[in-house]
Structures are given as C-alpha cells and as structure tokens.
C-alpha cells in the first residue's frame, strides 16, 4: 500500500513535469534557430540590388519590425531587425526586384502574450503555494495531501510502585501477581503510557489534566475508561491513530502472554485493531526500584495521521 502511494506521487509529478514543458513549448516564441543569422539592414539592401533574396516574411510587432528570409546563392536563411520607418523603403526595394513579401502581425509585449509566455510559470508556482499549503496535516488537508504529510508523533511515559495485597492491571488486563500500583485509578502504567503518547501528538495536553487524581470521578477507575475518552478527544481534532509502540519494564510477572489480550482490550478501546499496537516487555536487569520489583514503569510512542 505504501509502495503504491509512492509510486503514484512520482508518476503525478513526472506528469506535472510533462505538462508544464509541453506548455512551455507552446507558448515560447518560434525556434530561433529556424530564423537563420542575424545581417544589419545595409546587408540586407545590398543583397536585394543584387537579386539574390528569394522571399521574406515581415513580422510586425508595435515597436519594431524583423524581417526574416533567405538568400539564393548560397541557400541560407537571414533575418533583420530594424525600426519601424526603415520598412516603406525597404518593401518597395524588395516590390521592385520582384520579392514575394509575407506579412504577420507578432503581439509582442501585450497582455495576451505575456500571459501565454508566463502561464506554465504562474501555474507552477501556483500549484506549488498549493501543495506546500495542503502538506500541513490538519482539517484543510486533502487526502492525498494527509498521506504524503509526516505523522504526528507522540511520547508517553508512566511508572507506578508496587505493594504486596493491590491488584495488578496491565493494559486494561488483569493479572495474578502478589503486588499492585499504588494510584489514584487502576494504576495501569502501560494505558496511562500510550494515552500520554496519543494526546501528546495531538497536542492536547496530558492524562493529568484530563483525569486529576483530585477528581474522586477517577478513583479507581479503570484506565481503559481513559483510553476511550481518549479516541473521543482525537475524534474531535479529526486525527486518526496510526500505530502504538510500548514497552512495559517489569522484573515479575512475565507479562509477554497477556499481551494478546492487552493488545485486544486496548484496541477495543480505541477503536483500533490490536495490529495497531505493538507491545515489548523488558526486566531492569535486578536494578533500580523497577529491578527490585518495587515498581513497574512503560513507555509508549504513538503516531497520528489527519
Ligand atoms: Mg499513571
């Protein structure tokens, strides 16, 4: 799916590229290499005395006249610029020696050229103002502005002691263990973890100020109840979870067995699916409060997309 994506970014912007060169080219002026050499006006008579002009081209523009050609002998292409009252004595010199003399009006320096000759520029520089615009992640973005624009990133982190007798819930999940947190809710480090995370890249504040230990709505609460008023706050600001990563560090129990049903609780929660969240158990290595087994602590890192 990613892959995808970015394939199809790169083949609209080869398409971009294309566009913008084929319009280009449409509206550049003629090949100047098609006009020939440049000769001075005096060339230009001194070859018609002599016959040697087949045909000329004048193209008219508002301040100045070119006259483009070719000679007879050697075949060769020329052209002349010069001021608009050079022109009577010239066509009638040419009329003389039996020139044929096409005319064409050139809009030089009007509106319309100006736009024809700026228009791939201004439409470039349009689209980009455009795409810098729609790269914000945020309510304005289009969709597939949102999938080139960079996640927003979170960080949590949670640590709570242990005392024998308190029950121990881990990620919405509870687990026989002799020991539990001591806190104001369930005391469930790896949820308090990951809503950290979530609303730190939501940037909407932290579980402290949304759930006060003063609160005695929140005593004993179960942390999972935290984790759904979560997915609402992120609802509201339009953002979308991409992915958890966690690790919860405990010396005991062994926690690796429940993460399944961790990983199903939370996700429920969230309105997620558990392969959203990934969840890594660790030891202290027997040092530290959380080597000891007197505490248990996890962090958690998790992205947003609008
Ligand atoms: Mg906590």
Known sequence: ????????????????????????KMASPSDQSARGREIIYSD???????????????????????????????????????PKEFAPDLLRALQQKGVPIRTMEVYQGTWTSILLNGLPIILLVAFWIFMVRQMRVGKGALWWARRLALPRLGL?????????????????????????????SDGDVLTHAICDALLGAAGAGDI?????????????ASSLVFLKHVATVLAERKLHIGHIDAVVIAERPKLGPHFP????????????????????????????AVGRGEAIAAHAIATLEA
């Open 156 to 184: 949590g982190y949670d640590l709570h002691r242990l005392e024998y007798g308190r029950k121990l819930i881990v990620g919405g999940i509870e687990m026989p263990f002799e020991k539990g947190p001591v806190s104001h």
């Open 44 to 82: 230009l008579i001194a070859q018609v005395e002599k016959e040697n002009v087949r045909e000329v081209t004048l193209y008219i523009s508002e301040y100045s006249y070119e006259l483009q050609g070719e000679y007879r002998e050697p075949t060769s292409k020329f052209f002349v610029k010069m």
């Open 1 to 24: 799916m990613k892959s995808y994506s970015t394939a199809r970014t790169i083949l609209f912007w080869m398409l971009m590229v294309i566009v913008a060169v084929v319009l280009w």
């Open 261 to 288: 049903a961790m990983r199903e609780a939370m996700a429920r929660a969230l309105q997620i699916k558990p392969a959203q969240i990934s969840l890594k158990a660790k030891t202290n290595e027997g040092v530290d």
């Open 208 to 220: 402290g100020t949304l759930f006060p230990d003063t609160d005695p709505k929140w005593k004993g």
